[in-house]
C-alpha cells in the first residue's frame, strides 16, 4: 500500500495550473516533432510523453491494483507503451497530449466548492443565557438542558429549540421557512433555535436541545442529501472493459495473421478513444459559457448533463417567483382621505425597524416622492404595531389584536373587505386616529412581472412547476392561482421540501429545486438539479446549489432547460461522429493502409471537428 500512496502523490503533481503548462508544452513539442522546426539530440515527442503520458499510465497501475478497475487509460497505456517500442514517438505523444487534454476538461467541468455545510455551523448558537432562580448564567448553547429556562434578549439568536413562558416579541425564522417577514409570538408558542429574536426580550423553556435542535437537524440534512448525487462519467471510462478486450483480440488476430507488429499498434493507436473522450467535455464546457452569457453560474459540470433529464421544478415561493419583499397595494380610509391616512401611516412607520413598517415608508416614498415626517414619542409594541403622535395627533398601526386591545373596535364591514385580502395572502395593518378606527393599509409580496411568461415557456419544454413554500396556505394557493401553477404545498420546512422532492424521485421523475434562502439547502442538494437565486439568494443556498442565476432573472429559466438538451444533442452527434471515424480507422489499419503515425493524426482530426462541433453550442440560442 506504501507503493500506492507513493504513486498517488506523484500524480498529485501541483493542480490545474501545473498541468495547463505541461499540456502547453507537451503542444508544443509535438509540433516541433512532427514538422522538425529545429534540431534536438532526441525526439521533442518525449516531452509529451514524459509530461503527459506518464500521469495515464501511473493511473492505470493506481486503478488495476487496487480496484482492477479498467478504464480508457488503461487501453491508452498499452498503444502509448507499443508505441514507444517500435519508435513511433510521435504517435505515444499524440495520444497521451490528446488524452490529458480530455482529462483537463472533464476536471474543469465536475470542479466543486462547497461552503454551505461550514456556514450552516457558523449559524449554530454559541451560548444562551440560563435563568436559575433570580440568576442568570451565560453557558455554552451545548450545555442547556431540556427544561432549562432561557433569557432570549432583542437582536439575539435563539440556542435552542422551546417554548415561550412569558414575553411578546417577531423572530426572524428565515433560517426555517424562507419567509422574510419575522413572525409574531408570544406565551405558550413555539421558537427555534438559529431563528432571530428581533425586538422583545422573552423567557423561554427548553424543549430541544444538543443534536435534537432545529439548527442541527439543518446540518444533517444538507449532509445527507448530497450523497446520491451521481458524478459525471465518461462514456469512454462506461465503455472502457470492452474497448479494451475488443483492441486487444483485435490486434493480437491481426498480428498473428498478418505477421506484421506495425498494424497491431496501429490497432491500439485507433482504438485509443480520444474524440470519445473529448465528445461529453467539450460540449458541457461549451453550454457551460452559453449559460454564463445568460446569467447562469454552472458550478457543477454534470449539471447540465442531469437537467436535460428533469420532467418537474419545484419553487420556493419568496424571492423566486416574488420579489420577497412586503409592497403596499391598498389604502383604505374609513373617511375617504385615503392620501392622509398613508401619510399619516407613513409618519408613525418613520422610526420603525420592523420589516413592515420599513416598507410602509419606503412604499411611501416611491408612490409620492415626499419624505414622511418624523414622529414624536415614537413606540414599538413587539408582536403588536407601533404608536405615536403625529401632528399633535395620537396614530395606531398595527394588527387587530393591537385594536382589540385598546378597545378600538372594527366594524363588520371592514372585518369583511379584510377578510378578503388575507385569503389572498396579503397582510393588514390597522390605522387608528385619536383612539378611533381610521382605516388599513393592505401589504403583500409582489410577483415579478417576469413569472408567468417563464413559466407558461417552461410548460412548452413539458417541465411541470411545483410550489414548495414556508408560506401560509392563503398566500401560496393566492400565487399559484395567477401564475397557473397546479400542484402546491404550502407550510413547507427544510424536511418537508426534502420528503416531496424525495418522493417525486421515488416515482423516477427527475426534479429542478430552485430556491434562495438558507431553509431551501437541503432540498437543493437533493434535487438532481438545484438552482439558486445568487443576488438575493443567502451565501447557503448558493453553496447548496449546482447552478446559481446570478443576475436573479427568472426569464431565463427557459433558456437554460432548452440549452442542457441542445448540449446532450451536441454530445449524441459528438459521440455518433467519433465512433464512426473511429470503426473506419480501424478497418484502414487492419487492412495496414493506416501507419500509427496517421492514425494519430486521425484522432487529431476528430477531435479538432468534435470541438469546432461543441464550440457552436456558445452562440445557440433558444428559439421562441
Not at 141 to 165: F, H, N, Q, S, W
Not at 577 to 587: D, V
Request: charged share 20%; aromatic share 6%; hydrophobic share 50%.
Amino acid at each position: 500500500m506504501k507503493l500506492i500512496e507513493k504513486l498517488e502523490q506523484l500524480l498529485d503533481f501541483g493542480g490545474i495550473k501545473r498541468e495547463i503548462a505541461f499540456l502547453v508544452l507537451s503542444g508544443l513539442a509535438l509540433l516541433v516533432s512532427i514538422f522538425h522546426l529545429f534540431p534536438l539530440p532526441f525526439d521533442a515527442a518525449w516531452i509529451a510523453i514524459i509530461l503527459c503520458g506518464i500521469p495515464i499510465i501511473l493511473e492505470a497501475v493506481i486503478g488495476l491494483i487496487t480496484a482492477f478497475d479498467i478504464k480508457a487509460d488503461v487501453l491508452v497505456s498499452l498503444a502509448l507503451l507499443a508505441s514507444v517500442f517500435i519508435g513511433e514517438d510521435f504517435a505515444a505523444g499524440e495520444v497521451a497530449f490528446i488524452m490529458q487534454l480530455g482529462g483537463l476538461l472533464e476536471e474543469l467541468t465536475v470542479a466543486r466548492a462547497r461552503a454551505g455545510i461550514e456556514k450552516l455551523v457558523h449559524l449554530t448558537p454559541r451560548t444562551a443565557r440560563v435563568v436559575t432562580g433570580e440568576t442568570e448564567q451565560i453557558l455554552p448553547a451545548e450545555a442547556v438542558k431540556i427544561g432549562d429556562m432561557l433569557r432570549v434578549l432583542p437582536g439575539e439568536t435563539i440556542p435552542v429549540d422551546g417554548v415561550i413562558l412569558s414575553g411578546q416579541t417577531s423572530i426572524n425564522q428565515a433560517v426555517m421557512t424562507g419567509e422574510s417577514l419575522p413572525v409574531d409570538k408570544s406565551e405558550g408558542d413555539a421558537v427555534f433555535s438559529g431563528t432571530v429574536n428581533q425586538f422583545g426580550a422573552f423567557l423561554m423553556r427548553a424543549v430541544k436541545v444538543g443534536e435534537d435542535s432545529s439548527i442541527q437537524r439543518m446540518i444533517r440534512l444538507v449532509q445527507s442529501a448530497d450523497a446520491g448525487k451521481a458524478k459525471i462519467v465518461g462514456l469512454a471510462d462506461r465503455w472502457a472493459t470492452w474497448i479494451v478486450v475488443i483492441a486487444l483480440t483485435a490486434s493480437v488476430l491481426t498480428w498473428l495473421i498478418s505477421g506484421e507488429i506495425i498494424r497491431a499498434v496501429t490497432i491500439l493507436v485507433v482504438f485509443c478513444p480520444c474524440a470519445l473522450v473529448l465528445a461529453t467535455p467539450t460540449a458541457i464546457m461549451a453550454a457551460i459559457g452559453n449559460a454564463t452569457k445568460h446569467g447562469f453560474l454552472v458550478r457543477e459540470g454534470d449539471a447540465l448533463e442531469r437537467l436535460a433529464k428533469v420532467s418537474k421544478i419545484s419553487f420556493d415561493k419568496t424571492g423566486t417567483l416574488t420579489f420577497g419583499t412586503p409592497e403596499v397595494i391598498a389604502v383604505k380610509s374609513v373617511s375617504g382621505a385615503d392620501t392622509v391616512l398613508y401619510a399619516l401611516a407613513a409618519a408613525a412607520e418613520s422610526l420603525s425597524e420592523h420589516p413592515l413598517g420599513k416598507a410602509v415608508v419606503r412604499c411611501y416614498k416611491n408612490d409620492t416622492g415626499h419624505v414622511p415626517e418624523t414622529a414624536d414619542d415614537f413606540q414599538m409594541v413587539p408582536g403588536q404595531g407601533v404608536c405615536a403622535k403625529v401632528q399633535q395627533r395620537s396614530v395606531l398601526a398595527g394588527s387587530a389584536n393591537m385594536m382589540t386591545q385598546r378597545q378600538i373596535s372594527i366594524p363588520e364591514d371592514i372585518k369583511k373587505e379584510t377578510k378578503q385580502y388575507l385569503s389572498q395572502g396579503c397582510t393588514i395593518i390597522y390605522m387608528a386616529v385619536d383612539s378611533s378606527l381610521a382605516g388599513y393599509l393592505v401589504l403583500s409580496d409582489t410577483i415579478r412581472p417576469e413569472t408567468a411568461p417563464m413559466l407558461r415557456h417552461l410548460h412548452e419544454l413539458h417541465v411541470q412547476p411545483v410550489l414548495l413554500t414556508g408560506d401560509n396556505e392563503n398566500a401560496a394557493a393566492a400565487i399559484a392561482g395567477q401564475l397557473d401553477i397546479r400542484e402546491v404545498h404550502a407550510g413547507c420546512h427544510p424536511e418537508d421540501k426534502l420528503r416531496w422532492i424525495d418522493s417525486y424521485q421515488q416515482k423516477q421523475e427527475s426534479v429542478c429545486m430552485i430556491g434562495d434562502g438558507i431553509n431551501d439547502a437541503p432540498a437543493l442538494k437533493k434535487a438532481d438539479v438545484g438552482i439558486a437565486m445568487g443576488g438575493i439568494g443567502s451565501d447557503i443556498a448558493v453553496d447548496a446549489a449546482d447552478i446559481a442565476l446570478v443576475d436573479d432573472e427568472v426569464k431565463e429559466l427557459p433558456h437554460l432547460f432548452a440549452l442542457s438538451r441542445q448540449m446532450m444533442t451536441t454530445i449524441k452527434l459528438n459521440l455518433t461522429f467519433s465512433m464512426s471515424l473511429n470503426f473506419i480507422a480501424i478497418i484502414l489499419a487492419i487492412t495496414g493502409i493506416l501507419n500509427p503515425v496517421v492514425g494519430a493524426l486521425v484522432h487529431n482530426a476528430g477531435s479538432v471537428l468534435v470541438i469546432v462541433n461543441s464550440a457552436l453550442l456558445l452562440k445557440w440560442k433558444i428559439k421562441n
